[in-house]
């Protein structure tokens, strides 16, 4: 038999599947012909397609030293390699064979997939559509360049490719599954849903879509379901890493802060590295209180080197929480550093405890919403003409909390000849005093917080709003999202958040001269609205209780009280130091702050030694009811507020109940709403514009009797 004759006997052993047989006949061949291109060529295929790499590996390497310019070796040659891991040496191969022509489809995209997977997104992307430029239907060429787009964050783009590769697959599951995780990451949980149970009717049984399900599920906030989604694929994979970490942050979601907490133990019992269920951990022992073992798991996420994006502004907040200011200044000066950097996340509501400045600000608020995924804007025609003008008051808070007490008595006082006036609560009902003056302030209070963004925001354009004013900014329970889709035609911020929003979807923010000049303006992508006086509103109906007589409340009978109940994350360092002089300079007085978590107030006492100050002359105030920790405020002498965050709710209250308030003017809103409120008081005098002045002038008044 000629050789010619044997390789074609051996290609069709070789094509039917009869493997052994064919490998026999190129053998022979070989033997017959040490030199022979085809038959080398094709037994190292045949020995890669038996899962032998290394010999097949040989045998090609042997053909193209035989023929160097074969473009189809060289091509087979790389997916040897990259087979083997050696992807710098398949990407020129690969290059070999593109150069020797013509470009096939396969070689390109068998290319695109090396840089991918050398983490060079953009290169690949541009492989795989010179490959689907050559071949439009390669269903790997489509599914590459959509991981690609998406890693890129241009995921409309790759929404678009998965769309057409499910046009040539429409019922592939792995496909199906991917533009779920897609329309997740797009934040269309509706969308997601639906593609991840037609994978699952598909492939009843896959963990990881059920996993995602939940996810989706989630997003709607249809809590409970999600939860069963979670169980069902831990039913069938209890190691499911993912699954365990989601269902922590559903349960987070839910409140159920304490079994979030075993779930995120569970993920790194298995999987110690696990960085995003580290931080998250860290997140829920924060809502437990658990404040220093939070930061512990924040800072082993960074020394780590977890990419999570959050996890340096999560560190930073609980270093401010717990008054540790060294940690506080290096993780501060980090994220200063970093501002505008892709992969970081940082809370516009972080920035306003750091004296960083308008620009700043305004960078921080901005990424924040860039970062967003897009949403559309709702159509349908803007609705004019009411009797009376609709003003739906949109907030997570309209409960016991300050925005909820400090609004409701607005609610009350609008006149209803004029307005129309609506709540739109997203938040949960606490059963407070607070919740039903506010249901029965309003003519229509609207639960909002079981629907998801698309719905919540359709039901508000259903409701014919005229001005919708968002309560909550960048604060915990926002949901910028609603105002994204636009539901009214004009949407203005007010009250909750005392910096810009930076989106360009909120139309105005609330404000007044002094927490908000007009020259401000450049930083503020809103339009600033000066209400005159002040833009603060206050609730006349609290009632101020019996006072407590100073020792109930642990106060020396004699002395000068010096008094902060703002949160101790607005106490800074510099302010303590100045505090601190006070004390020193005015012997028998004390300085009484609000109870903070033990480990904070640990951290004051030590600070107040460092500097001559013995802790003794720390004073804790105990949680109260309003009306007792109104009364008590008469105990006090002089109430100092704090840089770069003022006092907000807690001055209101403390001028409500007749204890004046020494401010200094600061640099943002969030530095200057004392000022406001002392100005409309008639109290400028304690407005100060420098520390040197605020120091002095609570020094002599200290002296003063």
């Not at 360009?504 to 007044?512: G, Q």
């Amino acid at each position: 038999m000629d050789l010619q004759t044997l390789c074609n006997q051996a290609a069709g052993c070789h094509q039917s599947g009869r493997l052994e047989e064919a490998g026999h006949l190129y053998r022979q061949v070989i033997q017959a012909d040490p030199r022979n291109f085809f038959a080398h060529h094709m037994l190292g295929i045949l020995r890669a397609q038996q899962g032998r790499s290394g010999e097949a590996l040989e045998l090609v390497a042997m053909a193209l030293s035989i023929n160097p310019n074969s473009a189809e070796a060289l091509s087979n040659y790389g997916n040897l390699l990259t087979l083997m891991g050696r992807s710098g040496e398949a990407l020129v191969a690969f290059d070999r064979a593109l150069a020797i022509g013509p470009p096939y489809a396969e070689t390109l995209t068998n290319r695109a997939n090396i840089l991918w997977g050398m983490k060079r997104p953009e290169e690949a992307l541009a492989g795989y559509r010179e490959a689907l430029g050559v071949k439009a239907d390669l269903l790997e060429a489509l599914v590459g360049s959509a991981n690609a787009l998406r890693a890129l964050g241009r995921l409309e783009e790759a929404l678009a490719a998965l769309d057409r590769a499910l046009m040539l697959r429409p019922d592939t599951a792995p496909l199906l599954r991917s533009r779920g995780a897609l329309f997740q990451a797009l934040k269309q949980p509706q969308g997601a849903l639906a593609d991840l149970d037609r994978s699952l009717r598909l492939e009843p049984r896959n963990p990881e879509a059920l996993s995602n399900r939940g996810i989706a599920l989630s997003h709607l906030r249809r809590f409970d379901e999600a939860l069963a989604s979670y169980a069902e694929a831990l039913a069938i994979n209890p190691r499911l890493v993912e699954a365990l970490s989601n269902r922590g942050h559903t349960l987070r979601e839910m409140g159920q802060t304490g079994e979030a907490l075993a779930s995120y133990d569970q993920v790194l019992a298995i999987d110690p590295g696990h960085a995003r269920a580290r931080n998250s951990r860290g997140l829920a022992l924060a809502e437990l209180g658990r404040f220093e073992d939070a930061l512990a798991c924040h800072e082993q996420v960074l020394a780590a080197g977890g990419r999570i994006s959050s996890a340096l502004a999560d560190a930073a907040n609980i270093a401010l929480t717990l008054c540790d200011w060294p940690k506080a200044a290096k993780f501060g000066a980090e994220i200063r550093a970093r501002l505008g950097e892709p992969g970081l996340a940082v809370p516009p509501l972080l920035a306003l405890y750091y004296d960083w400045g308008l620009e700043a600000q305004a960078k921080c608020a901005g990424a924040w919403v860039d970062a967003m995924p897009a949403v559309p804007v709702l159509s349908g025609a803007v609705v004019a003409g009411h009797e009376r003008l609709r003003i739906a008051y949109m907030s997570s808070d309209f409960r016991r909390h300050p925005v909820g007490a400090t609004m409701v008595e607005l609610f009350e006082r609008h006149d209803r000849s004029r307005f129309e006036i609506f709540a739109a609560s997203l938040g949960v009902d606490d059963g407070s005093d607070v919740r039903h003056r506010i249901i029965d302030a309003v003519e229509h209070f609207i639960d909002l917080g079981p629907l998801d963004d698309r719905l919540a925001a359709e039901r508000l354009k259903a409701l014919e709003i005229d001005i919708l004013i968002d309560l909550n900014g960048h604060t915990l329970g926002a949901r910028p999202q609603i105002l994204r889709q636009c539901p009214a035609p004009v949407q203005a911020s007010y009250m909750g958040f005392p910096a810009t929003m930076g989106a360009d979807f909120v139309d105005h923010i609330i404000a007044d001269a002094t927490v908000l000049p007009l020259d401000q303006q450049p930083w503020y992508r809103e339009n600033i609205v000066q209400l005159p006086d002040s833009y603060w509103v206050s609730d006349t109906r609290r009632a101020i209780g019996a006072c407590p007589s100073r020792g109930a409340e642990a106060l020396p009978e004699h002395g000068f009280v010096f008094c902060c109940f703002s949160h101790n994350r607005k106490i800074t360092a510099q302010m303590f130091d100045i505090w601190m002089r006070l004390l020193l300079a005015a012997p028998e007085s004390v300085l009484w702050l609000k109870q903070s978590p033990e480990p904070a107030m640990a951290n004051l006492r030590a600070a107040a030694k460092a500097r001559g100050v013995p802790a003794s002359r720390l004073v804790f105030a105990k949680d109260a009811p309003l009306e007792v920790h109104l009364a008590r405020h008469a105990l006090a002498d002089l109430f100092l507020d704090t840089l770069p965050y003022n006092a907000h709710a807690t001055a209101s209250d403390a001028l409500w109940a007749g204890l004046p308030v020494l401010t200094c003017l600061g640099r943002s809103f969030a530095g200057r709403v004392a000022a406001s409120q002392l100005q409309a008081a008639g109290l400028p005098e304690l407005v100060t514009e420098s520390l040197d002045e605020y120091e002095a002038l609570a020094l002599r008044l200290a002296r003063d009797p």
